[in-house]
């Protein structure tokens, strides 16, 4: 048995098919060798000659599924924020034609999904399946600045319809901290060192709102969106890439353990608290030397303590001056050494 794994490469600028936003990041999946089975192999030159006709056969179900797509009126989808589907779909229109604007004014985002727009907005589009990861951010957002100093965007607007939703917020000023990291001095990664230190304990000084069933959630009380949590689990497509959300911690560590390392898996009793869960240099702004902004909290929710610090570690593996910084970052916050080299195990199985 061979285990092969399926990622998605975007190619082109940010006007690509709706389609592709369907596409999953990543799929896994295993060739399982059914010689025994006793099925019989296919003759080749019979997948030869159907393949011959692929591209017709294609075309006329097309052609048969018009009818039925123009007569299918999809039922009216309301968003939490705007309302009926007629309302939501004229904006998200408008939203794309600042999107184009945006990209003639200020060139196409580092990200096809982000978009900076004038009028000191910037854009996120996701496709409908991916909703709740847009709710979530929105969420995040009026949480943190509701409670704390940490620089964050302001979120202006949620929208959805049967295809599509955007997520509008404020422009944040700044570059990102990967375009500058290795030009920075010591005395300047240590400025940065004390504002991250700063912000990441203001984080985790959060408080929920209202009564919780669940100790691990995201931001707003639903299943976690993180790519972590799928890292060892086979996709499940009814499921998607949402987990739980989770009654406690022994539940949560349970989605993050492998069968094949039986001995590699966290204890119980970390704090729970507030987490950002995608602190990388390019989610991290930097405006005259300074912390200007974190951004991108689609991940964020009510982890345990130490998954900030193994998170960051998880996204960026290579950059050794990065990765440094961080170990200094959290620190004060904490002996996580455990819990990366458990969480290390299990990565290096699982991809």
């Known amino acids: 048995m061979s285990q092969y794994r399926v990622s998605q490469a975007t190619i082109g600028g940010p006007n690509r098919p709706s389609i592709v936003e369907r596409i999953p990041t990543v799929r896994r999946g295993r060739f399982i060798d059914h010689s025994n089975s ?27 599924r018009l009818p039925s797509d123009r007569d299918n009126h999809r039922k009216p989808c309301y968003s939490p924020h705007l309302g009926p589907t007629s309302r939501n779909t004229s904006l998200l229109r408008i939203n794309q034609s600042l999107k184009s604007l945006g990209v003639r004014t200020y060139g196409p985002s580092s990200s096809l999904k982000v978009q900076q727009l004038p009028c000191g907005m910037y854009l996120k589009t996701m ?27 302001r979120p202006l607007d949620l929208v959805s319809d049967s295809d599509a939703s955007d997520l509008l917020t404020t422009t944040t000023p700044g570059q990102r901290l990967g375009s500058y990291i290795d030009t920075l001095g010591d005395d300047d990664l240590d400025i940065f060192r004390h504002d991250m230190q700063k912000y990441m304990a203001q984080l985790r000084s959060v408080s929920r709102q209202g009564e919780q069933k ?33 009654t406690d911690e022994e539940e949560f560590n349970d989605t993050l353990r492998t069968p094949a390392l039986p001995d590699a898996f966290h204890s119980t009793g970390h704090g729970i608290v507030f987490t950002h869960s995608d602190i990388n240099m390019r989610n991290v702004l930097i405006h005259n030397g300074r912390i200007s902004g974190i951004v991108d909290w689609e991940n964020s929710g009510w982890f345990p303590d130490y998954w900030e610090y193994t998170k960051a570690h998880y996204v960026t593996k290579l950059n050794m001056r990065w990765l440094a910084v961080v170990d200094r970052i959290f620190e004060s916050l904490g002996n996580f050494k455990l819990e990366l080299a458990i969480e290390r195990r299990l990565w290096d199985y699982c991809f």
């Not at 496709?127 to 965007?153: C, I, M, W």
């Not at 995201?218 to 799928?230: F, I, Q, S």
Request: a negative charge.
């Open 38 to 64: 006793g099925s019989e192999t296919p003759d080749m030159s019979l997948l030869l000659t159907t393949s011959k006709f692929s591209r017709s056969v294609r075309w006329s179900l097309v052609v048969k």
């Open 214 to 246: 669940h100790a691990i959630s995201n931001a707003v009380g639903g299943p976690c969106y993180d790519y972590r949590t799928v890292a060892c689990q086979d996709y499940d497509e009814e499921r998607g890439d949402f987990f739980g959300p989770f």
């Open 127 to 153: 496709h409908r399946d991916d909703y709740q990861t847009l709710v979530n951010e929105f969420g995040a957002l009026k949480l943190v600045r509701s409670q704390n100093k940490v620089p964050v965007p």
